[in-house]
């Protein structure tokens, strides 16, 4: 998809970061990142329901702004299995809405052309006093990052590892907020690696609220990283939210992503319970179906 680049190496020990094949340009507004924006969205409200400030480390953000015309979008037309079946329907629950919502800001006219990714979501959810500290490895993308959000309101920008920024920016001086951890999954170990990272900031932000995005190919995989966080003793109280649009599959396109939240805010579950079914009713491609639990 995209030409290889240096190998780069975590400062902070981590397995290095290979190849930065992957382009979310041709994964922009799909399912995944429908599912993981409805969550987002919501944490964001919920934090901005306090007056107290504060800030949103994203790891692994992207561009920033997709745009659903360019050649990646169009040789590879996710979005329309995703966002596009959300775009223009009514009576959606109260978590779609609002997504849907957040991303007609970035549309203006009404037709969807422009998807926002993490950081332009959370960048249109800032106050004065809250910030953003958004990380993205990739060269290009980086530069893309800069060109759409270098001058927004309360944005740090940093063209560094995001495992290696868990650990070196938290805890935020606001000593609230949230963290997503967003990672492409194209090296076999990032689930371990992401695992650790996130193991390794509890220890420093314990109460912070966590989204961590995962794909759904193998169910055993992520049932023992999510065995091995419960038993690190660092978690407080989880939510995990699972999206199908097909039967999954252990290779091939991907047809379902999990969602993990650790301290997720008030009012998430239900949110999620009654937007989840319609989701997977919506965006069906085959043998849909969700699931929202704690884990034990
Ligand atoms: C799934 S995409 C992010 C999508 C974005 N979070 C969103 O929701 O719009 C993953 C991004 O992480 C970048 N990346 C890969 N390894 C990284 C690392 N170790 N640290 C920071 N960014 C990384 C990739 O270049 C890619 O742009």
């Known amino acids: 998809m995209s030409r290889n680049i240096p190998q780069k190496h975590s400062p902070w020990g981590a397995p290095p970061v290979t190849d930065l094949n992957y382009r979310h340009a041709f994964h922009a507004g799909n399912h995944g990142d429908v599912l993981k924006h409805v969550a987002l969205v919501f944490c964001l409200d919920a934090l901005k329901r306090k007056p107290a400030s504060f800030a949103v480390l994203d790891t692994h953000a992207g561009r920033g702004v997709y745009d659903l015309a360019a050649a990646e979008a169009v040789r590879s037309p996710e ?11 009514e009576g959606l629950p109260d978590a779609l809405a609002r997504h849907l919502a ?9 037709d969807l052309r422009l998807y926002p990714g993490s950081p332009t979501l959370i960048a249109a959810a800032l106050r004065e006093g809250d910030e953003l500290h958004a990380c993205e490895l990739h060269p290009e993308e980086y530069a893309a990052l800069r ?28 000593r609230r907020g949230l963290v997503l951890i967003d990672p492409p999954y194209e090296a076999p170990d990032e689930l ?26 193998s169910a055993s995989a992520l049932a023992a990283v999510d065995a091995e966080l419960m038993s690190s003793g660092a978690v407080r109280s989880t939510l995990r939210a699972d999206l199908w649009v097909d039967a999954p599959r252990p290779e091939g ?44």
């Open 147 to 174: 060109r759409s959000l270098g001058r927004a309101p309360g944005v740090r920008l940093h063209e560094r590892d995001g495992y290696e920024a868990l650990a070196a920016l938290l805890p935020p001086t606001q």
């Open 102 to 110: 957040a991303i007609a800001a970035h549309n203006a006219g009404g």
């Open 192 to 217: 371990a690696l992401a695992l650790a990272a996130i193991k390794g900031a509890l220890h420093r932000f314990a109460h912070g609220i966590y989204l961590w995005w995962r794909p759904l190919k």
């Open 253 to 296: 396109r991907l047809t379902g992503s999990s969602i993990l939240l650790l301290n997720p805010p008030f009012g998430l579950e239900p949110a999620l319970r009654e937007a989840l079914p319609a989701l997977a009713g919506l965006l069906a491609a085959g043998a849909s179906g969700w699931s929202v639990r704690g884990l034990d």
């Open 79 to 89: 979005w329309t299995g995703g966002i596009g079946r959300l775009w223009g329907q």
